[in-house]
């Protein structure tokens, strides 16, 4: 079974910097792209940031420039570095992995992680 372990949210000011880590464990599992979603109360779940597991990044058009995903393979984790951030980036973040075992291939999604930016 693969489990997704999210860390690192909290509550800043505007203009701060949060980093968000999300552990990826399951015995005999590789793990593919790896990314960051966010989803408010009400709202449908969006896109921030993926990378695949060559490097390979995409990025939300409201994030470009502020946020970076990075990723290390021999840990399995993804992070998320959040830079200059606006009142309007809080909500909860989900991480998201897709894990594969031989020919198939699973979706996995973390438990979130509370982002709160002050003004």
């Known amino acids: 079974q693969v489990q997704l372990v999210e860390s690192g949210g909290g509550l800043v000011q505007a203009g701060g910097s949060l980093t968000l880590s999300c552990a990826a464990s399951?015995?005999?599992?590789?793990?593919?792209?790896m990314g960051w979603y966010r989803q408010t109360a009400g709202m449908q779940r969006e896109l921030v940031a993926t990378?695949?597991?060559?490097?390979?990044?995409n990025y939300a058009d409201r994030v470009k420039g502020r946020f970076t995903i990075s990723r290390d393979n021999a840990k399995n984790t993804v992070y998320l570095l959040m830079n200059s951030l606006k009142p309007e980036d809080t909500t909860v973040y989900f991480c998201?992995?897709?894990?594969?075992?031989?020919?198939?291939?699973?979706?996995?999604w973390g438990q979130g992680a509370q982002v709160t930016v002050s003004s």
């Open positions: 399951g015995g005999g599992f590789s793990f593919n792209t």
């Open positions: 990378i695949t597991s060559g490097g390979r990044t």
């Open positions: 998201n992995a897709e894990a594969q075992r031989g020919p198939y291939r699973y979706l996995y």
